[in-house]
């Protein structure tokens, strides 16, 4: 059984590794970029995570929340390298099928975040990171955000992750 940090290292090592095969980029970018600002989102906000097991395997799903999506892995994969509480919650924060983002991202995908423990930290921890980039450089995405920011809010804000919502909301809001 790995220690905490040798299963946060082999998820980062396995992500970087299959968005690398699969030559997914971001803005242009090695992919890494995204997992590495989603990361330090995640890090700074790691105290509102319950124990050091969950910690363990949710700073894991953060490093391999886009693996099923984007780079051609399945559940099974992610299960059989970093555990099945992983393996579910990149399951759960992977799209719907769909011809835009209103349909990949519908009800039963926000259903399935809510009911998988932790998935709603990591996509909170994934959107705070697309905005930041996204006011970093200007992104064409960031107004996509803002339109779409009620709704995200209304499908996964609860009193426990208040203070991301509100770092979220300086980002959203701020011109």
């Known amino acids: 059984m790995p220690t905490s940090s040798e299963l946060i290292l082999k998820a980062k090592n396995y992500a970087i ?8 980029k971001y803005d242009g970018k090695p992919y890494e970029v995204h997992l590495e600002i989603t990361f330090e989102f995640a890090c700074k906000y790691v105290h ?19 693996v099923i999506e984007d780079c051609r892995q399945s559940y099974s994969d992610v299960k059989k390298v970093l555990g099945e509480n992983v393996a579910e919650i990149v399951y759960a924060l992977t799209n719907e099928k769909g ?10 995908y926000y259903e399935g975040i809510r009911t998988t423990p932790f998935a709603d930290y990591v996509k909170i921890c994934d959107r705070l990171a697309n905005v930041y980039y996204s006011k970093l450089h200007n992104g064409s995405l960031l107004n996509v955000y803002r339109k779409e920011h009620d709704i995200f809010k209304k499908e996964l804000w609860k009193v426990d992750y208040q203070e991301m919502f509100d770092e979220l909301e300086v980002l959203i809001d701020a011109g």
């Open 99 to 108: 011809k835009n983002r209103k349909e990949r991202a519908d009800d039963k």
């Open 17 to 24: 590794l299959k968005h690398f095969e699969t030559n997914h």
């Open 48 to 66: 509102l995570l319950p124990d050091d097991k969950t910690v363990s395997e949710v700073l894991s799903a953060v490093w391999t929340h886009d």
